[in-house]
Nanobody, 119 residues
């Protein structure tokens, strides 16, 4: 079992910044990639940013130039630095990770952390 725990959400004014963290733990042999998704009320879950084991990154067009995904050197913790936040960034943000665990391939989700951008 691989567990993901997110933190760092909260209420921020438009134009402000937040940094989300996602820590992976459990029976992990290697993590191939980690990603952040978000889901606003009434909307489907959408991919925000992804980072691979080679530190290749990709972003949704809506967050390019404002959000930055990164990983710790041990590659078990991912971050999402969110700058110049807009009200439309309001959503529950979920961490996702996939790779090889001690019992085989895994793909895990965190419980989500709420981000509210409002004045």
């Amino acid at each position: 079992q691989v567990q993901l725990v997110e933190s760092g959400g909260g209420l921020v004014q438009p134009g402000g910044s937040l940094r989300l963290s996602c820590a992976a733990s459990g029976s992990i042999f290697s993590i191939a990639g980690m990603a952040w998704y978000r889901q606003a009320p009434g909307d489907r879950r959408e991919l925000v940013a992804v980072i691979t084991s080679r530190n290749t990154t990709n972003y949704a067009d809506s967050v390019k130039g404002r959000f930055t995904i990164s990983r710790d050197t041990d590659k078990t913790t991912a971050y999402l630095q969110m700058d110049s936040l807009k009200p439309e960034d309001t959503a529950v943000y979920y961490c996702n990770a996939w790779g090889l665990g001690n019992s085989g391939d895994f793909r895990s989700w965190g419980q989500g952390t709420q981000v509210v951008v409002s004045s």
